[in-house]
């Protein structure tokens, strides 16, 4: 029960305390922990999702609250890919199956259909006293795990999945960190590289940061629908190699930032979804249709999670990794650090096998499922068209077609003399450009630079998520301001 945790009973520490202060003996000194003494590693991470627009753009909120007068009455967040915070609503049986698991008495309930109360009694079967509160197994739970690699199983055509190759994880990125992690070693020309995709999703470049691994950047081609051209790859690939070990190649399918599919070869891969025109090849499948002299040497791992497409559930953190070829006993130091931090969240992986575990043809929530998954996908793809064609209408910006994700990367062109009261105010030119359009419009994206692109080109990543009303007004909106901001500066 209540242990007092200090360091001396507290009697004792009281009066120890007032025996110092009386010779004076307590050293007046600055404290332990500063920004000069701190992590150097942890000063080097960046991570533009979250950084100085979006705070800002929360100070505005808090402001419009107070009732400060500003042009616009509300602020629309489409720099994070947060779906449901953008109104997107919950698949129902998903939430069904969670709220069974969470407050068990519900099992008793006729409200909910059997289907749904079947996949709770089997979660809560495999969690310890039977409660999803309790510690699972470090590697994620036995049952969710058998589920992930069927589903993988059936995903590519029957090409074979191994349970005990599944790690599930809390969220997508935290497996991402811990292969990364696995893989970072050397020192001097021997350090690890890290290949990425430019533009990228930022959780590469902090957890780079973060381990001091070195970033090895690949550019994506924008003028054809960011493709990945393998003579690119080369280039960067023999660069790097002048000073460090490149070790690991990134990609995404279809890309964050940019939405595009990728046809391409990895060795560590993370897949979202597409919309019509594109079929979606998963890697391992690749990887096995090129023949056992790839299939059964190349070192690969994927990631999937419950955070983006139609489920965007990512408050959940549930994700899981499939490695494949790894070293025995690189495994088994893969499941010693994942042991250490115990499990991933147990509701996340629940969910984690909802998702791989859906309802089928015949059963009770089979119609509505299916209904609310297609309702969310075309409303995407709608939208990704409509992103599309308002941009493209604006002079100055150059929108490709957005294909899968959800998130669109436009180009802009800004006038010189934007760039150069950019640059005098030690600003990126695309930062300047977000900062104003929030200021003006309450619009909050992010910009380019965040995500990195080529040298002298300017960009802003939005998500396509909110509501299709409030995505006609944020890009009408966004059109009047470039014209105006274009007139302003030139």
């Known amino acids: 029960g209540g242990q007092n945790r200090s360091a001396f009973p507290a009697a004792q520490g009281e009066h120890l305390h007032q025996k110092m202060s009386e010779n004076g003996a307590l050293p007046l000194r600055g404290k332990v922990l500063t920004v000069d003494t701190m992590n150097a590693n942890v000063k080097k991470v960046d991570y533009a ?20 007068k500003k042009p616009f009455e509300e602020v629309i967040k489409a720099n994070i890919g947060d779906a449901h915070a953008m109104g997107q609503r919950p698949i129902t049986f998903f939430r069904q199956v969670m709220a069974l698991c969470t407050y068990p008495q519900l099992l008793d309930d006729n409200k909910f259909p059997e289907d749904a109360k079947n996949r709770a009694r089997r979660i809560l079967q495999s969690c310890g006293g039977n409660s999803i509160g309790a510690y699972t197994t470090s590697q994620g739970i036995d049952c969710v795990r058998h589920d992930v690699a069927n589903y993988i199983q059936r995903r590519d055509g029957g090409i074979p999945s191994d349970p005990d190759n599944i790690y599930l994880t809390t969220g997508a990125s935290d497996g991402i960190v811990t292969i990364l992690k696995l893989l970072t070693a050397g020192e001097g020309r021997t350090r690890t590289g890290v290949m990425i995709s430019i533009p990228q999703y930022p959780l590469y470049s902090a957890s780079i940061a973060e381990l001091g691994a070195v970033q090895i950047n690949y550019y994506l081609n924008e003028e054809k629908c960011w493709s990945l051209d393998i003579s690119e790859l080369q280039r960067s690939l023999q660069a790097a190699r002048e000073h ?16 595009e599919p990728l046809r391409s070869f990895p060795y560590k891969t993370k897949s979202n979804y597409i919309y019509k025109g594109c079929e979606f090849h998963s890697f391992k499948k690749v990887l096995f249709e090129m023949g056992p002299e790839y299939s059964s040497k190349v070192e690969l791992a994927s990631f999937h999670s419950t955070s983006k497409c139609y489920m965007g559930e990512c408050g959940f953190r549930g994700g899981y990794m499939e490695v494949i070829n790894m070293d025995p006993e690189v495994k088994a130091q893969l499941t010693k650090l994942v ?38 996908l075309s409303a995407l793809a709608e939208k990704a068209k409509l992103t599309e064609e308002i941009l493209n209408t604006v002079p100055g910006i150059s929108c490709n077609p957005v294909q899968g994700a959800m998130y669109s990367f436009p180009r802009i062109t800004l006038p010189e003399r934007a760039i150069n009261e950019a640059k005098a105010k030690g600003q990126a030119p695309d930062m300047f450009y977000c900062m104003k359009l929030l200021e003006e419009t309450g619009i909050c994206l992010v910009p380019g630079s965040g995500f990195g692109q080529r040298e002298g080109t300017y960009h802003f990543r939005m998500t396509i998520l909110p509501p299709t009303d409030k995505l006609k007004i944020m890009l009408n909106k966004l059109k009047e301001f470039h014209q105006k901001f274009t007139q302003q500066y030139s």
């Open 49 to 68: 999702v979250r950084g100085p627009i979006v705070q800002r753009a929360v100070q505005i909120e808090k402001e419009l609250k107070e009732g400060v």
């Open 244 to 259: 460090c070990d490149p070790r690991v190649l990134c990609i995404i399918n279809p890309g964050n930032p940019t939405g």
């Open 339 to 376: 042991s250490v931090r115990l499990c991933p969240p147990a509701p996340g992986q629940a969910l984690m096998d909802l998702v791989v575990n859906s309802p089928q043809p015949g059963e009770p929530s089979y119609q509505t499922f299916i209904k609310e998954r297609t309702d969310v």
